[in-house]
């Protein structure tokens, strides 16, 4: 079945440093992939629909500065954490669903586990 | 605006049944999920609902009513690997998934 990997895994970092995501889709492509954020206990959030070829969409409150997204290609799309604080610390979850696919469904990246310090 | 409530926690003993149920009021309606999560672990997809009826798969099957904007999934034959949080989300108008804050699963012997 399709394939959404993301890198780092997890990644510990000093306050006011600068975190990339990468989030590949392995065996489809993917014209739009999504970005998720998870606070412990509480439900994913939303965080931007990220668009290959174009700017990203982001959701109400996210700093467009902060959370840089780049879609350069249709397998692969990065999220950049920028001046990172204490409370940027979570999980955070990409997912693609396939181009043309009736089904509509979502597949989902493992996460990347941020602290940051 | 959006909204979709599921019970926040849930019990049950292994090898029984359990109904998880969610309802949901969203702008426009294009399916539903339910997803199975693990502690500090991404979603993983058990079902998609975009008609009303009843989705069988397996020890698991899901329900959809849209015209009352509610679903329900069905575990049978518990397991205590099924002990996780399940979280039912919504496509709205916008193709956007709207989710709900999930039910914790709780297992017990």
């Known amino acids: 079945g399709a394939v959404v990997s993301q890198h780092p895994s997890w990644v510990i970092c000093k306050s006011g440093t600068s975190v990339k995501i990468e989030c590949r889709s392995l065996?489809?492509?993917?014209?739009?992939m999504f970005w998720y954020r998870q606070f412990p206990k509480q439900s994913l959030m939303l965080m931007a629909t990220s668009n290959e070829g174009s700017k990203a969409t982001y959701e109400q409150g996210v700093e467009k500065d902060k959370f840089l997204i780049n879609h350069a290609s249709l397998t692969l799309s990065t999220l950049t954490v920028t001046s990172a604080h204490p409370e940027d610390s979570s999980f955070y979850i990409c997912?693609?669903?396939?181009?043309?696919?009736?089904?509509?469904?979502?597949?989902f990246g493992p996460g990347t586990r941020l602290t940051v310090l | 605006g959006q909204n979709i409530d599921q019970p926040t926690e849930m019990t049950a003993t292994e090898g029984a049944i359990v109904q998880i149920n969610c309802t949901y009021q969203t702008s426009g309606f294009n399916g539903l999920f339910w997803y199975q999560q693990h502690a500090a672990e991404a979603p993983t997809f058990l079902s998609y609902n975009v008609l009303d009826g009843l989705e069988e798969k397996g020890r698991f099957s899901s329900f959809l009513s849209r015209s009352k904007g509610y679903s329900y999934l069905l575990l049978k034959e518990l397991q205590m690997k099924d002990s996780a949080s399940y979280l039912c989300?919504?496509?709205?108008?916008?193709?956007?998934?709207?989710w709900g804050a999930g039910t914790k699963l709780i297992i017990k012997p």
């Open positions: 989300a919504v496509i709205d108008s916008n193709y956007q998934l709207i």
């Open positions: 997912s693609a669903p396939i181009a043309g696919s009736s089904y509509n469904e979502q597949f």
């Open positions: 065996d489809f492509q993917a014209t739009t």
